[in-house]
């Protein structure tokens, strides 16, 4: 047997690996032996970082493996890894030598069974239903006969053959096929920019605009169905201005894109039936309706004809109308050529009685007694007239005289003077007027200026001597 304290010595004889040297052995030997792997868990912590990529854990009731999706592979992929999500991802593992660990570099992602995916539906469903897209009060009607119907489907498949041959029996219509492809990678964004490049068509274009899509597909698994649950393609036709009928799969397929839509088909050629009415239905009906018109017509003019049948009835012949009309005629004829001479002695007669009964010269004598009468008042009235006139004078006189003997013209005449300043005033107080002031002097034939050169003591009046020369004292 080996001596057991010769083991070390063994050992100590082997060289040392540096650090990176064995990190890297570690990395070859794991990336060599686990090149390509399937590795199913549950999504733990999925973190999108500012570069794109995407940092996540896979974990099962008893383990736990990094796991990393670049950039690039991030834009692929068509499923979001998303919290607690249990799916199945395929990729390589390496090593991660700066904190001495493994993870898997991610290269595709999958739903791990059905159950994962009704889950990862009915949380979408919810989701999109609270935004209001699946709200009835949003769906527009489809045309009753549209000119343009335009198709999103696979341009191989049997579903644009099955579209085509229904809208051919029931009424044919142009049909502008947009060919996608219905599932797989890519295939959601393909749909989704579908529905929006026909919305962007100029009406009556090179390229019309439809007046409906139709958006379809055959049946298939739910996986095969998935591109039309993305959130891409059931906004694009919540969004879609034109009227969108969704027929997706079999009668008991149900996608999210169905609950967008403005009609629902349960399958692609259901949605045509709904597309377009039966053209031959259409002109039964036209039929039906112009015989029913043309007895209503019919019926309408016989009602009327025999109305006015009866109103023909009751209207007299013309030859009886006219006859009796032209009779009335010669008679007010007849009547006019008499009348004026009817009249004329009919007017002779009452001026001739008149004139027997008026009595000319008892007229005559009552016309000059009123002429008497008149000439009389006249005169009366001149006379009043003459003496109103000399009262009125003799009253003016009167007043005139009144006028004057209070005039200050009259007071001047008799030898006084009036005084009065600058401004025209009257001065009637010698307190009233300082030295200096510049006064006029006005008497009855004239004025003139004067200037006051002192204070002059307020005057009062004296007494007339009995018998005295009467004479007038100086006025300043």
């Not at 029931?170 to 920019?193: D, H, K, L, Y």
Request: aromatic fraction near 4%; glycine fraction near 8%; proline fraction near 5%.
């Amino acid at each position: 047997m080996p001596d057991p304290e010769g083991a070390p010595q063994a050992a100590s004889n082997a060289a040392p690996f540096t650090v990176s040297e064995l990190s890297a052995a570690l990395k070859r030997t794991v990336e060599d032996s686990f090149g390509y792997v399937r590795v199913r868990g549950e999504i733990s912590q999925p973190k999108v970082a500012a570069s794109g990529h995407c940092y996540l854990r896979l974990k099962d009731e008893s383990a736990v493996i990094d796991g990393i999706i670049w950039r690039g592979t991030m834009g692929r992929l068509s499923i979001r890894p998303e919290e607690g999500m249990e799916v199945v991802v395929t990729g390589r593992l390496t090593t991660y030598p700066g904190r001495s660990s493994y993870q898997i570099i991610i290269d595709a992602v999958e739903l791990a069974g059905q159950g994962a995916l009704l889950k990862l539906l009915e949380d979408r469903r919810k989701k999109l239903a609270a935004e209001g897209l699946f709200d009835e009060a949003r769906k527009k009607p489809l045309p009753f006969l549209p000119e343009v119907i335009g198709v999103v489907t696979s341009p191989t498949g049997a579903v644009i053959r099955d579209i085509l041959h229904r809208l051919a029996d029931r009424f044919p219509r142009r049909v502008i096929v947009w060919p996608v492809r219905v599932q797989g990678e890519g295939a959601a964004e393909e749909i989704a920019a579908a529905i929006a490049g026909f919305n962007a068509l100029a009406v009556g274009g090179v390229i019309p605009r439809p007046d409906v899509i139709i958006v379809a597909r055959g049946g298939g698994s739910l996986e095969d169905l998935w591109a039309f649950n993305e959130e891409i393609v059931v906004r694009a036709a919540a969004a879609s201005q034109v009227p969108l009928i969704a027929a997706i799969g079999h009668e008991t397929d149900w996608t999210l894109i169905d609950h967008a839509a403005d009609r629902r088909a349960p399958t692609p050629t259901a949605a045509a039936e709904m597309a377009v009415p039966v053209r031959l239905d259409l002109l039964v009906q036209l039929q039906t309706s112009h015989g029913r018109l043309s007895q209503a017509v019919t019926r309408v003019l016989e009602q009327h004809r025999l109305h006015l049948e009866g109103l023909v009835r009751g209207i007299p012949r013309l030859d009886t109308i006219v006859a009796q009309k032209t009779q009335d005629l010669d008679g007010l004829e007849q009547r006019l050529a008499d009348a004026p001479r009817r009249l004329l002695a009919a007017k002779a007669e009452s001026f001739a009685t008149v004139t027997a009964r008026l009595n000319l010269d008892r007229f005559t004598a009552d016309i000059r007694r009123y002429a008497g009468d008149l000439q009389t008042l006249t005169e009366r009235g001149s006379r009043a007239l003459a003496r109103a006139a000399a009262d009125a004078a003799t009253r003016v006189q009167h007043l005139v005289a009144r006028l004057q003997s209070v005039s200050p013209a009259r007071v001047l005449e008799r030898g006084y003077a009036m005084i009065l300043d600058a401004a025209g005033a009257a001065v009637t107080s010698a307190a009233s007027v300082s030295p200096g002031a510049a006064l006029m002097v006005r008497l009855a034939d004239g004025g003139f200026g004067v200037r006051v050169d002192g204070a002059a003591a307020p005057s009062r009046p004296t007494a007339k001597k009995p018998g005295g020369s009467g004479t007038q004292g100086t006025l300043l």
